[in-house]
């Protein structure tokens, strides 16, 4: 069974500064999908950012980017410049490629992240 | 686009009575869709997946005949707490995958049930 594991429960940077929350998962597929979703006080899930396995190029969107290390089963994310509005809560999920699960989400326990004026 | 509602965003109720809550695809498709429970603090856990117009498969230890799920259409799957006890007392969330993109879930904004 496929397993994500987040080591950080709770982590704080301050304002305008970068921070990287790790997470490594445990998976005998080859092929499989990974994200980083933002849950803030709102509990409204946001979707941060995906990485497919197959591609070696790590995603990246705006602020967000990811250092997929497959070999290693670690996907992190980085924030850079932290704004006020990026204090939530950050789980990594584990999605089986099409054909193997129903596509459904398997989460960490989450990093609570916290940007300091 | 891609928008997910849940109906009602917060519910209270007395205990032994029944619960039901509405996800719905506002603006696509969906013929997949998850039910997860999130108690506070903690991750989501998924309870069950439904596929419409087929029977919602269950997570192990979520029991199918106190949390019923319909995908009667390809906008709308209800979730049924029957006969609710306090430790039922949770955050439901939905998510809806669109019909035709596999690896993209859309997230509605969650149910909070207390049952006292």
């Known amino acids: 069974a496929q397993t994500v594991t987040q080591s950080q429960p709770e982590m704080s940077v301050q304002e305008a500064e970068t ?3 790790s997470c490594t998962y445990d998976t005998s597929e080859n092929n499989y999908y990974l994200f980083w979703y933002k849950q803030p006080p709102s509990r409204q899930m946001i979707l941060v950012i995906r990485q497919e396995a197959y591609k070696q190029q ?16 670690s996907f992190s994310l980085k924030i850079s410049d932290s704004q006020l509005g990026d204090t939530a809560m950050y789980f990594c999920a584990f999605m089986k490629p099409y054909g193997g699960s129903q596509g459904n989400l398997i989460f960490g326990k989450g990093t609570k992240l916290s940007v300091k004026p | 686009g891609a928008v997910v509602s849940q109906h009602p965003s917060w519910v209270i109720c007395k205990s032994g009575t029944s619960v039901k809550i509405e996800c719905r695809s506002l603006d696509f498709q969906a013929t997949t869709m998850f039910w997860y429970r999130q108690f506070p603090k903690q991750s989501l856990m998924l309870m069950a997946t439904s596929n419409e117009g087929s029977k919602a498969t269950y997570e192990q230890g979520v029991e199918k005949d106190k949390f019923l799920i319909n995908h009667a259409s390809l906008t709308l799957s209800t979730l049924t707490v029957t006969s609710a006890h306090p430790e039922d007392s949770s955050f439901y969330i939905c998510s809806a995958r669109r019909q035709g993109s596999y690896n993209e879930q859309f997230f509605g904004p969650g149910t909070r049930l207390t049952v006292l």
């Open chain 1, 19 to 21: 921070v990287t929350l």
């Open chain 1, 58 to 73: 790590n995603a990246t969107e705006n602020r967000f980017s990811v250092n997929f290390q497959k070999a290693a089963k």
